[in-house]
């Protein structure tokens, strides 16, 4: 019989918070399934984001073959960026688990589906398919009942009250573990693949919390929450391993953890203050369209992508890049005329290069690495105001770090390396200037490069020894998928050893 597998995307724990939450008693089951099987490090994306993780862990891929740094790329002639989707990585040819696999079920993955984008909902998960037959298709897996409501704060903006989001996401992982049983019990496809979205979302939010938590220090009503979320992903972890048949391999996978967050740092704002990117002057229309009609049509669940995806189709693609304030006011407000360099990633930072990009300014060649080179020796002497410590740690051109035939859609430069308790903010929050270090806000946790992919002895040989790298996942499952039969234990020559205790 043909084997079977189950990935579990675990995404934000590592090893070491996988040891803490363990040593806790709060993830009986997945401990069951590491003492079963091994454990061994792995190599995650650069850099260490979920989007990032995803992108490479589905497509068998790093930027360079792709073109996505952090599930984002930059469609050639247009300043506006492509979210990693299921259709983007389906074309890619490879080792992408989208392209090969037949008869698999994607639940809750975080990339744009097949179907038009939907909005994240607390009360649903999202399940995608693939037939033998290579057709895509989706559908939610709704709970019947009630989420709590979102409170306001003294200025009037709506924000979810930290205990609130830790209800919702705990109700959306015990739909996740229903919906996984489901599949399991309703004739398992060959391939699935679960998200977990939640747990990045909490390590995120909570990590502070819950390192106090690991220090003794007692907080009984968000320990109480916390304990709740992660005994109900536990348990849907434990339906997914201990439903599996005997043909199943059960996989878990992790690209990057977390640690403590100190403070934010933004490439725009940092851009800004060096004068490299300018913005528009503000006026009625800027507010006409950025506070009430961008709103209005995100409300109508009109996306830009999808509509410039139709309009391509009889060549008015454009239309919607020149004119796409109204649906991605972050781009629209830019003042290109006066932009050398500007960031679309969180890490990566292009270069204005007059004749590829559409209102470029810089002259290529030495005007162009003349200023990357600037940026990057100016990035790498950047020091926290606070303590004077230098927070950058290593800047990349792109071909130093990828080699793969699209690596020229990639950011000119990467950050590679910087203090990992600084977190990279989001790169579109570009409407003000802002400053290049700010609060975390929401967030306590700072996502580090420190995975793990763990897989249980119980259900036969994997090739282990081949995955150092989230790259190397989907390849080593493609060769899974189509052995004809299961091999036995005596013919894995192929399956690593387990690691001795230290």
């Known amino acids: 019989m043909s084997p079977r597998v189950v990935l579990l ?28 099987g091994a454990l061994f490090p792995l190599e995650g994306p650069t850099p260490p984001f979920a989007d990032a993780e995803w992108s490479v862990l589905l497509s068998g891929a790093d930027p360079g073959k792709t073109g996505f740094l952090e599930g984002w790329r930059k469609r050639p002639g247009s300043y506006f960026p492509e979210k990693a989707s299921f259709l983007s990585l389906d074309c890619r040819e490879g080792e992408s688990l989208l392209s090969t696999a037949e008869d698999a079920v994607f639940l809750d993955v975080p990339l744009n589906g097949a179907l038009p984008h939907v909005e994240e909902r607390f009360d649903s998960v999202r399940i995608l398919r693939k037939s033998r037959r290579g057709i895509w298709s989706e559908e939610l897996f709704s ?11 003294d200025s009037g903006k709506s924000r979810v ?25 309703d004739g398992p496809p060959r391939l699935v693949v679960c998200g977990f979205l939640a747990l990045d979302r909490i390590l995120s939010r909570f990590y502070q919390d819950l390192r106090l938590l690991w220090q003794g220090f007692d907080r009984p009503r968000l320990r109480e929450s916390l304990r709740l979320f992660f005994r109900v992903f536990d348990d849907a972890v434990g339906q997914a391993f201990h439903r599996a048949s005997s043909d199943t391999i059960v996989l878990a996978v992790s690209g990057h953890g977390y640690g403590p967050l100190r403070k934010s ?38 996306r830009r992508e999808p509509l410039r995806r139709a309009l391509d189709r009889f060549a008015l693609g454009r239309v919607i890049d020149r004119a796409g304030e109204p649906l991605s006011s972050e781009i629209g407000h830019i003042d290109w005329s006066r932009t050398r360099a500007f960031a679309l990633t969180r890490t990566g930072i292009h270069l204005n290069v007059r004749g590829s990009e559409p209102r470029g300014i810089l002259s290529p060649g030495r005007e162009e690495r003349s200023l990357g080179e600037e940026i990057i ?17 290593d800047v990349r051109w792109r071909e130093e770090l990828f080699d793969g035939p699209r690596t020229r859609e990639l950011p000119h430069l990467i950050v590679s390396g910087w203090d990992g308790s600084y977190g990279i903010g989001d790169w579109r929050k570009t409407g003000s200037p802002g400053s290049v270090f700010s609060d975390p806000q929401d967030r306590t ?42 091999p036995a234990l005596s013919e894995s020559a192929f399956l690593a050893p387990r690691p001795k205790e230290a």
């Open 9 to 36: 995307g675990l995404g934000g724990l590592s090893a070491d918070i996988l040891q803490k939450l363990s040593g806790a008693g709060w993830l009986p089951n997945l401990s069951d399934l590491l003492a079963r």
């Open 161 to 185: 009250d930290g205990h609130v989001l830790v209800e919702r996401l705990t109700r959306k992982t015990i739909l996740e573990g229903l919906a996984l049983s489901r599949i399991q019990d």
């Open 377 to 393: 020796s100016e990035l790498k002497r950047l020091v926290d105001p606070e303590n004077g410590l230098p927070v950058i740690r």
């Open 445 to 486: 946790g700072s996502p580090v490069p420190s995975g793990f992919v763990c897989v249980s002895e119980r259900f036969g040989a994997f090739p282990v020894c081949d995955v150092r790298k989230i790259d190397h996942v989907a390849p080593a499952i493609r060769k899974i998928l189509s052995a004809s039969r299961k």
């Open 265 to 302: 740092l933004n490439l725009n704002a940092f851009l800004h203050s060096r004068k490299d990117l300018s913005f528009r002057d503000k006026g009625p229309l800027d507010f006409f369209f950025r506070r009430m009609l961008s709103p209005a049509l995100r409300g109508m669940g009109l």
């Open 143 to 153: 709970s019947p009942f009630p989420f709590a409501g979102v409170s306001s704060d």
